[in-house]
C-alpha cells in the first residue's frame, strides 16, 4: 500500500469516527433539550455525563459566539458538535478529492486550529465545569491523531510534488 493509500484510508477512518461521535452528541444534546430526564449512555456518574457539558454554555459556539452576536438563539450558535461535523467532512473533501500541496497546508492549518479549540475546550471541561466527558476526549484524541496524519501528509505531498517537478524538468530538457 502506498503512503498516500493509506493516507487517505487512516484519514478517512478517523473523519468518520469522528463523524460519528460528533453525530451522537449532537443527538444527546438535543435530545436533553427536549427531555430533561434523558440519560445518554455516556452519563456515566454526576462527574462524568457528556450531557451536563453539551447543555452547559460551552457545548454551543464554544461559549464564544453567543458573547460576540448577542444571542444564544441566533443562527451562528451552533452545536459545537455541528461544528465538529462540518470540520470532518472538510477535512475529507481536501484529503480525498484534494491531493495538493494547497489542500494539504489548509487541511494542516484547520486541524491546528481544531486543536487548538479542543485545548481550550479541555480547559473549559476541567477546570471549569470539573467534568469529565467521554464523548468530548474521544474527538480530542481523534483530532490529535488528525493533526500528526495532515503534519505527515503534508511532507509526503510535498515531497511528491517536488518529484513530479523534477521529473518533468527532465522531460523538458
Known sequence: MSASRLYTSLLLLLCVLGFLVSVYAYHVEITKERDSSYRAMCDISAKISCSKVFTSRWGRGFGLIELVVGDHHHWLNQPNSVFGILYYMTQVVLGVFCPTVTAA?????????????????????????????????????????????????????????????????????
Open 105 to 173: 497546508t489548509m487541511q494542516l492549518v484547520i486541524s491546528v486550529t481544531a486543536c487548538l479549540g479542543c485545548v481550550y475546550l479541555a480547559y473549559i471541561l476541567y477546570f471549569v465545569l470539573e467534568d469529565f466527558c467521554v464523548v468530548c476526549v474521544s474527538s480530542y484524541i481523534i483530532n490529535a491523531i488528525i493533526l500528526i496524519v495532515n503534519i505527515l501528509n503534508l511532507n509526503l505531498v510535498k515531497s511528491n510534488s517536488r518529484k513530479s517537478e523534477g521529473s518533468r524538468r527532465k522531460k523538458e530538457q
